[in-house]
């Protein structure tokens, strides 16, 4: 054995060490949580509601959970996004693009914000409308490959993405609670009731 090992034990040996360690110093660097545990538990902090989904078959069921759940069977969906209008096609959903006659919004989002537990959208979801002009409920579908560890991640990528025309109205959402529990950091901003409706796509 060498010297050095003899001294200092193999690196192997205290590598081992230290995972069984449960104790870490106070100057120790933060063990980094992976992104999407991260926006998750910021997500939660928020007050926002989450679903994990694996499939399409998941969301859909899930959107039907959450109607039920809410009792909105006979209220009227506000659906602004194409995309989304295509692909909940078959969910016997009754759709409005009149935000008086609405009760929740169905929508997608730019991209999902780590770092906070925030939701970037833009015009390409809610066109030039301001979010309390929108219903308090929103029921939001994304994809674990949106979650960014940023905002400015999240703008660079709206900006790569969209080269001939960078959508406008860019805002971030970031309390999901009524507006009892709201305090002063909040002050301001449009609390919604927000579900995350999230499949895997990695």
Request: hydrophobic share 35%; glycine share 4%.
């Amino acid at each position: 054995m060498s010297l050095f090992r003899k001294i200092f034990g193999s690196k192997s040996d205290s590598s081992q060490e230290e995972l069984k360690s449960n104790d870490r110093g106070k100057y120790m660097p933060e063990i980094k949580l992976p992104i999407d545990e991260r926006f998750t538990i910021n997500f939660k902090a928020n007050g926002g509601k989450f679903l994990y989904c694996e499939d399409l078959n998941e969301i859909f069921q899930n959107l039907g959970n959450i109607i039920d759940e809410n009792k909105w069977n006979d209220k009227k969906t506000l659906l602004l996004d194409d995309n989304l209008k295509e692909k909940f096609k078959n969910s016997n959903l009754q759709t409005t693009t009149k935000i008086s006659d609405s009760t929740f919004l169905l929508t997608t989002c730019e991209n999902l914000i780590a770092n906070d537990g925030s939701l970037l959208i833009s015009s390409k979801q809610i066109y030039e409308k301001k979010l309390p002009e929108l219903p308090v409920n929103f029921i939001v579908f994304a994809t674990t490959s949106q979650i960014v560890e940023n905002i400015g991640e999240g703008l660079r990528g709206i900006k790569s993405k969209n080269r001939q025309k960078i959508p406008t109205n860019i805002t971030a959402i970031k309390h999901f609670k009524s507006e009892d529990d709201k305090d002063f950091l909040s002050y301001g901003s449009s609390a919604k009731n927000l579900y995350l409706l999230l499949l895997e796509d990695l």
